[in-house]
């Protein structure tokens, strides 16, 4: 891990923060995301941060609680959910819709579906942009509208993604992003699910009829993203069902800006 270069003995002297523990607590950040997905003990971020053991553990016991921190089976701490969500909402700030927008209505013109770019916000999906079908028979939906992530196929496609990349999904996980929307136990299937197809999917559960698939779009292999086509059930069954799946998952990587990928499904990553 490379230490935090303000408490070197030969690093320039800066100005003390004016509030000591927020300032612990931003140190404890960099130090987690330093860390990486597997994070790191105790001992170890102590170190880098320059405190004592006792004082971080404080200081993590804090992040803990708003989420912004977690901790491993091995009692390791790593960056929780929260800092993920607040990272994810800078990405939209920087104008990720319009960064997607040309692949958006590409994808929508291959299948002539309706397709939406959406992001996790807290336990729920945010619907930041779509594309209309030009077909007669659409599926409507509206920009800016919050869905529970555990009953949405966009949601399922980003936890699945997120937990691969290192994000602890474990019980008390599952049944806060469940809340009273979902099973924990069916969140915990519809997840796993997704990660080994590298989609989610939802069919009819939101409304009958109206059925969806989804991929989480990466970078550095985090989803910042997911897209989705939604569709009547019957154009999202058998043949149909294919073509649509070949495309968001061969043809919308090409689509994406330089950076951005679409996650893959588990039993790829482990055969190739």
């Not at 523990?21 to 941060?49: F, T």
């Not at 509206?142 to 699945?160: K, M, N, Q, S």
């Amino acid at each position: 891990m490379v230490r935090n270069e303000r408490y070197r003995k030969d690093a320039p002297v800066a100005d003390p923060s004016p509030i000591g523990a927020v300032d612990k607590a931003l140190l404890a950040l960099d130090a987690l995301a330093r860390a990486g997905a597997g994070g790191a003990p105790l001992a170890e971020l102590a170190a880098d941060v320059g405190v004592h053991k006792a004082t971080l553990h404080r200081t993590l016991a804090a992040l803990r609680h708003r989420g912004y921190a977690e901790q491993t089976p091995d009692g390791s701490y790593r960056l929780g959910a929260a800092a993920l969500v607040l990272g994810g909402t800078f990405l939209r700030e920087e104008n990720l819709p319009d960064l997607l927008r040309p692949a958006l209505e590409a994808l929508s013109a291959q299948v002539d579906e309706l397709v939406h770019l959406g992001a996790l916000a807290g336990r729920e999906i945010v619907y930041l942009d779509k594309v209309e079908p030009q077909r007669a028979v659409r599926v409507w939906s509206a920009v800016g509208r919050h869905r529970p992530a555990a009953t949405t196929a966009l949601g399922r496609a980003w936890l699945a993604a997120a937990e691969a990349a290192g994000t602890l999904l474990d019980d008390a996980a599952l049944a806060r992003l469940a809340g009273d929307d979902a099973d924990p136990r069916a969140l915990r299937r519809a997840v796993d699910a997704a990660r080994e197809r590298g989609y989610g999917e939802e069919n009819e559960e939101n409304e009958p009829g109206i059925s969806c698939v989804a991929v989480a779009v990466l970078r550095e292999g985090r989803p910042v993203a997911a897209v989705s086509i939604t569709a009547p059930a019957e154009r999202l069954s058998g043949q149909a069902r294919r073509h649509r799946l070949d495309a968001l998952r061969e043809s919308l990587p090409g689509l994406l800006p330089a950076g951005l990928a679409v996650a893959a499904p588990a039993r790829e990553k482990v055969t190739s």
